[in-house]
């Protein structure tokens, strides 16, 4: 073992390395920034386009680093789900979200959903469900008012063991959604068999939905299923009024996207909800 400076230790392996540095450097990292509190959880409205409805909101984890700037989620939370620290995030933007919550639930200014991503290692290892009823209690807010969005990836396993955990999760009283449907893997047939409350649908096929009729016939079939399955749908990626029409007309009323809105701080929320409904 090798000391590289700081508090940076290295198994000395030459093909191994930069990748042993890399990952030890990072990790450090990622653990002093949540001590120094640089994670924040923003808010990103989804609307009901036919009541004009704020009727929920995603979380979604920022990180500024003091030195590097912002990061993106998509750079660092692969990371933090291969070397485990997802399970301190997650737990981070659980807590801020239900507080959060709760704290516009006492003052009347949101009562909606609030949609949480989990990442399926976070089914693996911790007690998931614990920790959610925990928190609910903690911060005294409903369980109903909780959706907890999952990739399809979730269903890759063979064995029903992050099923079952879903089932539970749904038990508490939560619903779940399905994030980025249809870029993942789970064949149509397993979706009738999965404890599923909501369908949303990936920002690729709402990109062209507008000039592409195969993206369009898509995005159709999905309305459909979702409406025989009696599951919800929501479309992502909403950027363009051309696209909010069409997926009204196809019966897709429920968006979210830069079209309404960003994702954006707790108070810049606060600002956005009262101009929305001016
Ligand atoms: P996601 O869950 O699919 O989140 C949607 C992403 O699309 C967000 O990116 C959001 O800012 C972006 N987005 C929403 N509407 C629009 C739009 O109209 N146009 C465009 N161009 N983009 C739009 P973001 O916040 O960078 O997050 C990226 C991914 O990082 C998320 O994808 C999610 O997979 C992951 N992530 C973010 N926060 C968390 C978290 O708290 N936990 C976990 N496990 N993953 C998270
Ligand atoms: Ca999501
Ligand atoms: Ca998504
Ligand atoms: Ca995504």
Request: glycine share 6%.
């Amino acid at each position: 073992v090798k000391r590289i400076g700081g508090n940076n230790f290295c198994i000395f392996d030459p093909k191994q390395k930069q990748n042993i540095l890399h990952k030890i450097e990072l990790e450090n990292i990622i653990h002093q920034s949540i001590d120094n509190k640089e994670f924040e959880v923003w808010y990103q409205p989804q609307i009901n386009a036919k009541t004009r409805e704020v009727y929920g909101v995603e979380c979604l984890l920022r990180w500024q680093h003091p030195q590097h700037g912002f990061v993106s989620p998509e750079l660092f939370i692969p990371i933090a789900e291969r070397n485990g620290l997802i399970k301190e995030l997650g737990e981070f933007v659980l807590t801020t979200a239900c507080h959060q919550l709760r704290q516009w639930q006492i003052n009347d200014i949101f009562t909606g959903m609030m949609a949480i991503n989990v990442s399926p290692r976070q089914f693996d290892r911790d007690n998931l469900v614990g920790l959610l009823r925990k928190t609910l209690a903690e911060a005294a807010v409903p369980a109903h008012c909780i959706e907890i969005e999952v990739t399809e990836s979730i269903f890759a396993k063979e064995d029903n063991f992050h099923i079952s955990i879903l089932e539970e999760i749904r038990n508490l009283g939560a619903k779940i959604a399905i994030d980025d449907f249809g870029t993942g893997y789970s064949s149509l047939a397993r979706l009738k068999q999965l404890p599923i409350d909501n369908l949303k649908i990936d920002k690729s096929f709402i990109d062209h939905i507008t000039s592409s009729d195969k993206d369009l016939s898509i995005v159709n079939a999905l309305c459909l299923l979702s409406r025989s399955f009696n599951i919800d749908i929501i479309a992502e990626g909403v950027e363009h009024q051309q696209q909010a029409n069409l997926l009204q007309q196809l019966g897709c009323h429920n968006h979210q996207g830069y079209l309404y809105g960003k994702p954006m701080p707790a108070k810049a929320f606060e600002q956005w909800l009262i101009n929305f409904s001016l």
